[in-house]
């Protein structure tokens, strides 16, 4: 992944565009090694989007926000409306989603439900692009993205949202609550939303293979509880609800979630720490006909994951190392006779960061899984360097990936309504790939009362063979008179390409950034209606940010993203570009406006497939937002006072 540093467009009268450059450089990141590092020292590419991000690309969940951001990233629609992924050519289950570094149980169409993933209490999204089995395992295969939960040390902060968004007559609603008593921090979080089916195509329009957009209801309640029993030890329990609707014609499908951990952190001496901890993960689908649960189609997920790591620096070295169980059970009407299978997973991992010069980072980690349904193993490894040759930054790395074969595909026995048989197979070897990545940075600033700022400029280019990978093939004979098809694993398939990202914050509150893709797919590439691959992507950016006193300020942005024609053979959208025009005001205090015409120029594709664009043309959204941070601005400043007065 490009290291996209987005510099800070919030370019206050005594604050000069390098001072926010340098301030998100030296953000600390954990996603890539694991361990905290600053932005600038990570050997491996990192892309961090911050809280300030969030709120200006004006994003309502991790599907907004990911596609605004980053080229090359779409998501569609798959059979039965379930959302997928296509990430540089490859699919969601190549693409490690977390929360506070946890995954995540349950799968639809072989990506995780990303409606879990609401913004509403993320204080920083953290984006590895590329490979990072031997760091994080499963799944690494192309990319990791982890959502990191915002905490406060305020005494108090309430903050309410409501947002109303025209498509769907969709609302949108929240509150976040931080308490910090002592050695205790509380932060609750609580979202609800509602949403009309949408139509998009005539019901008679026989070649769109969507027709409707289907509405529901989303609730998601989270609690994050810090206890600090010690300078050095301190304890973070956590504990989520989610519940999802979504409204079919003839039935309500029923989306439930339950999970809660519990995590340890001690540091016996500076430069050392000792990580524990525990979680547990269970989703649930369901389906319903006239208000009863009809049962066939239950399925449910659960994970148990215990892990443990330690952290110690020595000179010029820093070591990591760990070890993870998980337990994961998986019912599904998708087997036969609706029963249940399980897989315990082990593995054990170290990596080593050594900085022999003062310009010179490197990274070398390995890992070992094993899993004990399919009784295989899966060793990855990962070398990467950093070289600093002020202003430059020269960072190359190499990274192995695998992802296991899931519960669902060796024991799937599932017939699709008649149309086909899906049958697993315990015999699929792990898929693997190899990632190769290099690229080149710079970051400065320029002079001058008109169009003095600061830059960034990154250009990374990415090399990944992708072998063995799962998929369905014809079955050699019919079942029951029936097609059928068995997941296999096939050749060899390899994904190149460049990332180029620029971004230019002027001093007295303009910015600019652009960001471009280029993707090239050889060797046994399958024709996926669903996500497939586009050569080109872009996304921009053109903003203003000024705050002119206490009480007032104000952000304005017209933002888009260019999508070329898929390449493949497959009935798929057409290229086409979308623009976002975002006012955003803070009127009085902690009372800020938002409000967004998004596609501004009224696009509307004339088929609709399942990798088009969802709108019916020109859409807006306004919202209202207050902040009690700065409601009680003063309040909160003299406790930070007297807070530090005591810790002097």
Not at 84 to 100: A, P, Y
Not at 127 to 146: F, L, M
Not at 326 to 335: C, G, I, K, N
Not at 608 to 633: A, E, M, Q, R, V
Request: aromatic share 10%.
């Amino acid at each position: 992944m490009t290291l996209l540093l987005l510099l800070a467009t919030c370019v206050l009268p005594d604050i000069p565009a390098d001072t926010c450059r340098d301030a998100l450089l030296d953000e600390v990141v954990v996603t890539a090694t694991r361990t905290p590092r600053s932005l600038k020292d990570v050997p491996v590419l990192t892309r961090l989007i911050t809280e300030a991000d969030i709120g200006k690309a004006d994003a309502t969940d991790i599907r907004d926000l990911l596609t605004q951001e980053i080229p090359g990233l779409e998501f569609g629609y798959a059979m039965g409306q379930e959302t997928t992924l296509s990430i540089n050519g490859f699919g969601g289950n190549s693409v490690l989603f977390l929360v506070d570094s946890e995954r995540l149980a349950g799968e639809t169409i072989d990506n995780i439900d990303y409606s879990r993933l609401n913004l509403k209490n993320i204080g920083r999204v953290e984006i590895v692009k590329g490979a990072a089995s031997s760091v994080y395992g499963a799944n690494a295969v192309c990319g990791v993205v982890n959502l990191i939960t915002k905490e406060s040390a305020l005494p108090w902060e309430l903050t309410l949202d409501s947002r109303y968004d025209s498509f769907g007559h969709t609302w949108r609603s929240g509150a976040d609550l931080n308490l910090s008593r002592g050695r205790w921090t509380s932060h609750t979080s609580l979202q609800h939303s509602s949403a009309e089916t949408v139509r998009l195509a005539d019901a008679f329009d026989t070649e769109s293979m969507i027709h409707e957009v289907y509405g529901g209801t989303v609730l998601d309640l989270k609690e994050r509880l810090t206890f600090r029993a010690a300078d050095n030890l301190r304890f973070i329990a956590r504990g989520g609800c989610f519940g999802r609707t979504s409204n079919r014609p003839n039935h309500v499908d029923r989306y439930t979630d339950y999970s809660a951990g519990i995590r340890g952190i001690w540091i016996p001496s500076p430069g050392h720490s000792l990580e524990i901890s525990y979680s547990y993960d269970r989703y649930d689908k369901a389906r319903l006909v006239s208000g009863k649960r009809t049962h066939d189609h239950d399925y449910s997920n659960r994970q148990h994951i215990a892990h443990v790591m330690y952290s110690g620096s020595r000179g010029a070295f820093d070591l990591t190392a760990g070890t993870d169980y998980m337990h994961d059970f998986l019912a599904s009407y998708q087997f036969a006779d609706n029963s249940a299978h399980r897989q315990t997973t082990f593995d054990a991992y170290a990596q080593l960061d050594w900085k022999p010069l003062e310009w010179l980072d490197m990274v070398l980690g390995v890992r070992d899984d094993y899993f004990s349904a399919s009784r295989l193993n899966a060793l990855t490894a990962r070398l990467a360097a950093l070289v600093k040759l002020r202003p430059l930054s020269l960072r190359a790395s190499y990274a192995g990936g695998f992802r296991a074969p899931s519960l669902k595909e060796m024991y799937m026995c599932f017939d699709m309504a008649g149309i086909q048989m899906i049958y697993g197979n315990p015999d699929l070897k792990p898929e693997r790939s190899h990632n190769f990545n290099l690229s080149l940075e710079r970051n400065g600033n320029v002079s001058g009362n008109i169009a003095g700022g600061a830059y960034s400029v990154a250009v990374s280019c990415f090399h990944t063979y992708y072998d063995s990978r799962i998929t369905t093939a014809e079955y050699p004979e019919a079942v029951d008179g029936q097609p059928a098809a068995i997941y296999t694993n096939e050749r060899s398939v390899s994904a190149t390409g460049v990332d180029v990202n620029a971004r230019y914050a002027f001093r007295w509150g303009f910015g600019v950034s652009a960001s471009y893709n280029f993707l090239h797919l050889a060797g046994n590439t399958v024709d996926s209606s669903f996500s497939p691959p586009r050569p080109h992507s872009a996304t921009w950016r053109i903003d203003f940010d000024r705050r002119f006193n206490d009480n007032y300020a104000i952000y304005a942005a017209i933002s888009g993203r260019y999508l070329s024609e898929p390449d493949c053979t497959c009935k798929s959208d057409q290229a086409y570009s979308i623009w976002k025009l975002t006012l955003q005001q803070r009127i009085w205090r902690g009372i800020s406006l938002n409000l967004a015409i998004d596609n501004l120029f009224n696009y509307r594709p004339e088929v609709y497939y399942w990798n088009s664009l969802p709108t019916t043309g020109i859409s807006c959204s306004i919202g209202i937002s207050i902040n009690t941070d700065h409601l009680f601005k003063k309040r909160q400043a003299e406790y930070k006072s007297s807070k530090n007065g005591k810790n002097q």
